[in-house]
């Protein structure tokens, strides 16, 4: 079947800190792939996506690779903020069929100033 | 504003009330779906549809009916709430695999 697996949380991070989520993946066919933000009561926005190996996402200084060969669309910051404090969920979608969304369980990160 | 509109974003109810969570979309899309988030659990979805007239059960469908008459809503029913389903529920919609989905705020349903 498919599934998303992330690294478990919560992680805590000082402020200007390099952050990494891992996400791996299984998929019977050829996913698309995405990371979701959920900020604290609210619903969840999308933040990157990739739709094809190699492709690389990124928005709000976020980025995350298409990888094929490991199965892996690993979330990186390279200097993360108080405000990037959320839950983060890496997720796919299988081109073909009912396009339904599959995520993982979600990693709480909280930022410290 | 275009996007997915969930009403209402709170509810109580009492075990054994029936209720609908309506959810609407203007932005033409084809799929949408429902979920429910739960601690510790994340995202699971309940039911969902590729197109106006044609639903289908996702991962936990037990105790939840859809329809979907037209391309803009997709409402989904509690037939009769159990404290099991107290959770916060999403609705969601996407023209296709390339774009991802666009969720709604929530409707946080509490059952007693």
């Known amino acids: 079947g498919n599934s998303v697996t992330q690294m478990e949380g919560p992680v805590t991070l000082s402020e200007e800190a390099f952050l990494t989520i891992n996400c791996t993946y299984t998929a019977t066919g050829y996913p698309s792939l995405f990371w979701y933000v959920q900020y604290p009561g609210e619903g969840l926005q999308l933040l990157l996506k990739a739709t094809k190996a190699d492709d690389k996402g990124s928005n709000k200084g976020f980025e995350a690779t298409y990888r094929k060969e490991t199965t892996s669309f690993h979330l990186e910051k390279g200097s993360v903020q108080v405000s990037d404090s959320a839950v983060y969920f890496c997720a796919l979608i299988i081109i073909q069929g009912a396009q339904k969304l599959v995520f993982g369980q979600g990693t709480r990160l909280t930022i410290n100033p | 504003n275009a996007g997915v509109t969930q009403t209402p974003k709170f509810q109580v109810l009492k075990t054994g009330q029936s209720m609908t969570l309506q959810c609407a979309q203007d932005m033409n899309h084809e799929y949408m779906s429902w979920y429910r988030q739960d601690p510790g659990m994340g995202l699971r979805l309940i039911h969902y549809?590729?197109?106006?007239?044609?639903?289908d059960q996702g991962e936990v469908p037990n105790g939840y009916n859809v329809s979907r008459s037209t391309t803009e809503d997709f409402p989904l029913r509690l037939l009769s709430a159990a404290p099991s389903q107290t959770s916060v529920y999403f609705c969601?919609?996407?023209?296709?695999?390339?774009?991802?989905?666009?969720f709604g705020s929530g409707t946080r349903l509490t059952v007693v």
């Open positions: 549809s590729v197109g106006a007239g044609i639903t």
């Open positions: 969601a919609s996407t023209w296709g695999a390339s774009y991802g989905y666009t």
